[in-house]
């Protein structure tokens, strides 16, 4: 248990459904983030957000889109996806953007798009 | 810009053989490292860090040193165990011009151990 929760743990959608993810952390930090974990593929950082500001965008189709309404909450709304974004989504949360700062991470979504 | 290079796999061992997973990593300032493992079904927890050179991280038996000179961090464990069965991932974090505090992670590496 890390402190990091992730709902729904599995998810099935068409290409025309609109889904969400959430995350939430019980640590008290500052700094969140969305990443995709794909087969055979490294760990892709997608967002960041800090103090609730979104801090980087890392190339990301607009058909994924974050939402921070406060430092414990982050989600991933989900529209017209596509088969290629089947993945695990993870959420990760640190005590504040620093580079000697350990992520903690939720178990992941796994996402499935048909 | 900044990467992490590590064995791939995957790897099967036998449980109390001697493992060795090695990784190297370019970055433009001075990063910090960690090793992270990700068990089946689980999202990826810390295993160990190191923020200087000469540092060793460790924690349940395993251990890894920030070498500067050579640019590696490699992860070593004397005697693995079943329990141990996990994707293991090398990831650094820099702080230099350039750098933006996001951890970069390797690959992954799947390690079996069968008893």
């Known amino acids: 248990e890390t402190g990091v929760t992730q709902t729904p743990r599995h998810l099935v959608m068409g290409m025309t459904n609109k889904k969400s993810l959430k995350c939430e952390q019980h640590?008290?930090?500052?700094?969140m983030y969305w990443y995709k974990q794909s087969a055979k593929k490294p760990l892709e950082l997608m967002f960041v957000?800090?103090?609730?500001?979104?801090?980087e965008n890392n190339s990301v189709p607009s058909r994924f889109s974050p939402e921070c309404p406060n430092s414990s909450h982050l989600f991933l709304h989900l529209h017209t996806l596509q088969p290629e974004d089947s993945a695990l989504y993870l959420c990760a949360s640190s005590p504040r953007l620093a580079y000697y700062n350990e992520q903690f991470f939720g178990p992941g979504t796994r996402l499935t798009v048909l | 810009g900044d990467s992490v290079t590590q064995m791939e796999g995957p790897v099967t061992l036998s449980e109390e053989a001697f493992l060795t997973i090695n990784c190297t990593y370019t970055a433009t300032g001075y990063p910090s490292l960690f090793w992270y493992v990700q068990y089946p079904g689980e999202g990826l927890q810390l295993l160990l860090k190191?923020?200087?050179?000469?540092d060793k991280g460790s924690n349940k038996g395993f251990e890894a040193t920030y070498r500067k000179e050579t640019t590696s961090f490699h992860l070593e464990k004397g005697s693995v165990q079943v329990s141990d069965s996990a994707v293991y991932f090398c990831?650094?974090?820099?702080?230099?011009?350039?750098?933006?505090?996001?951890?970069?992670f390797g690959k992954g590496m799947k390690l079996t151990v069968n008893p």
């Open positions: 957000y800090n103090f609730k500001e979104q801090t």
């Open positions: 190191a923020t200087k050179a000469d």
């Open positions: 640590l008290g930090h500052n700094a």
């Open positions: 990831a650094l974090s820099d702080n230099g011009q350039g750098g933006s505090e996001k951890l970069v």
